[in-house]
C-alpha cells in the first residue's frame, strides 16, 4: 500500500538514505528547535518553488508540529506528481517524545529564541537572520548623542560584537541627549560607561572598549574585521578618515550628522559598485573652513535629534548586516525637527572624487564591479 504517512523512526532513516525533510512550519514555530538536517520551507509561503526545483523522484518528507498539514502538504505534492512525498506522523510531537536529535535555533541558550522572538518572526530576518546579527562585527565611533541610541539599539538587536571607539570623558552637559550615560557615570570613560549599559541591556554580546581617539595611526586596525561601520563622532577630520579607511578595506559605513535641529544620514559602499555609488567626498569633496560649520557645542543641539538620526543609522546597519531593504546609498536623508519633515537628496559618484575616483586604489578589484564605471 503506498501510504501517505511515514512513522518518526522510519522517517530518521529515510533521512539518512537521502531523503529531504522540508519543515513546514512557520518561523516562531521553530524556535522549539527542528529536526537535524531538516529544510525549512514555511506552508504559508506555497510549495510552488519547491517543486520547481525539486526533482519528482526525489524523497519528501513532510514535516509540521502534529502531523495534520504535513498530510495535507504530502497530498499536495503527490498530486503534483511527487510520488516520493510522504508526510511524517505525529509531527515534532512524536519526534520529541522518541527523543530524536533536534536543533535549536541560534543558539543552545533557550533565552537567546526568548530574547530574539521578534525577529524571528519577520520573514526578512528569521533565524538565520538573526544568526548574521550574532556573528556580526561592527565599529562605532563615538559613544556620545548618535552614538548612544546605535550602540543600545544594535545591543538590542543581537549585534554580536560591538567595537566602540571614544576617549572623551562623560560630562554633565552630555546628559541631555548621551542617554547611554547616566549621572553617576559624569567623570568617567564614556567606553566604560557605555560597556556597562550594553552589558545590562545584553549580556550576551561582546563589547569591545577602545579608550583612544581614531586617528590616521589606528583607523585600518579599528576597521580590520568589521562588516559595518557606524560614525557617530560628528566631526569632519573623523569622517575623511573613516570613509578612505572604509574604501580601502571594502567596508560599508553609516554617516550621520545633527546640528541646532536639523539631522541628516547617509551610507557610503563605493565598493559596492565603483563610479557609481558615491563616498562621502563625493557629497562633501572639502570639509568646511574653519566657523562655518559649528559642532554642537558651539551651535547647540535640540536633546532628542541625536536619538532620531542615531536610530536611522541603526536601521541601515541593520539592513546592510541582514542584506535587506534599500540602503541609504547616493541618498542623503535630511530631517527637520522643526518642520517635522524628511526630505531626500540624491546624489552621484564624482569621478574625480580624491578618495573613490579614477586612480585611486580600489579593494574589491572583481571584473563584474569594475565594469560599473562605464
Ligand atoms: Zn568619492
Not at 50 to 63: G, H, N, V
Not at 255 to 283: D, I, K, M, T
Not at 331 to 346: H, P, T
Request: proline content about 5%; glycine content about 10%; some cysteine.
Amino acid at each position: 500500500m503506498n501510504t501517505l504517512e511515514i512513522s518518526v523512526e522510519e522517517a530518521l532513516d529515510a533521512q539518512s538514505a537521502g531523503a529531504l525533510l522540508l519543515d513546514i512550519r512557520e518561523p516562531v514555530e521553530r524556535l522549539s528547535g527542528y529536526p537535524s538536517g531538516s529544510v525549512h520551507a514555511p506552508m504559508s509561503q506555497g510549495f510552488d518553488s519547491w517543486m520547481e526545483r525539486l526533482r519528482k523522484d526525489q524523497p519528501l518528507l513532510l514535516y509540521c508540529a502534529a502531523g495534520v498539514r504535513s498530510l495535507h502538504a504530502a497530498a499536495a505534492f503527490r498530486a503534483a506528481g511527487f510520488e516520493a512525498a510522504m508526510s511524517v506522523r505525529g509531527g515534532q510531537y512524536a519526534w520529541q517524545a522518541l527523543r530524536l536529535p533536534l536543533e535549536t535555533p541560534g543558539s543552545e541558550d533557550p533565552a537567546l529564541s526568548e530574547r530574539y522572538a521578534r525577529h524571528w518572526r519577520l520573514e526578512e530576518v528569521g533565524v538565520e537572520g538573526q544568526r548574521r546579527l550574532l556573528s556580526a562585527r561592527v565599529l562605532l565611533v563615538g559613544a556620545g548623542g548618535l552614538g548612544s541610541p546605535i550602540a543600545l539599539y544594535l545591543a538590542a538587536a543581537g549585534v554580536g560584537r560591538i567595537r566602540v571607539v571614544d576617549d572623551d570623558r562623560v560630562e554633565r552637559s552630555n546628559l541631555q541627549r548621551q542617554i547611554i550615560h547616566r549621572e553617576q557615570d559624569v567623570g568617567a570613560k564614556k567606553v566604560r560607561s557605555a560597556v556597562r549599559a550594553l552589558s545590562e541591556l545584553n549580556p550576551d554580546i561582546e563589547v569591545e572598549a577602545i579608550d583612544a581617539r581614531l586617528g590616521a595611526d589606528n583607523v585600518d586596525d579599528l576597521i580590520a574585521g568589521c562588516d559595518v561601520v557606524i560614525d557617530g563622532a560628528d566631526n569632519f577630520p573623523t569622517r575623511y578618515l573613516v570613509n578612505a579607511a572604509c574604501i580601502r578595506a571594502g567596508v560599508p559605513w553609516v554617516y550621520g550628522g545633527v546640528q541646532r535641529f536639523e539631522g541628516q544620514v547617509s551610507v557610503f559602499a563605493p565598493h559596492l559598485n565603483r563610479g557609481v555609488a558615491p563616498c562621502y567626498r563625493c557629497l562633501f569633496a572639502q570639509p568646511p573652513g574653519a566657523g562655518e560649520a559649528p559642532n554642537c557645542a558651539e551651535a547647540g543641539v535640540l536633546g532628542v535629534l541625536p536619538g532620531i538620526v542615531g536610530t536611522l543609522q541603526a536601521n541601515e546597519a541593520l539592513k546592510l548586516l541582514l542584506g535587506i531593504g534599500t540602503p541609504l546609498i547616493g541618498r542623503l536623508q535630511c530631517f527637520d525637527a522643526l518642520a517635522g519633515s524628511f526630505r531626500e537628496l540624491r546624489f552621484r559618484a564624482d569621478p574625480d572624487c580624491a578618495d573613490c575616483g579614477a586612480g585611486t586604489p580600489v579593494a574589491v578589484t572583481d571584473d563584474a564591479v569594475l565594469q560599473c564605471r562605464a
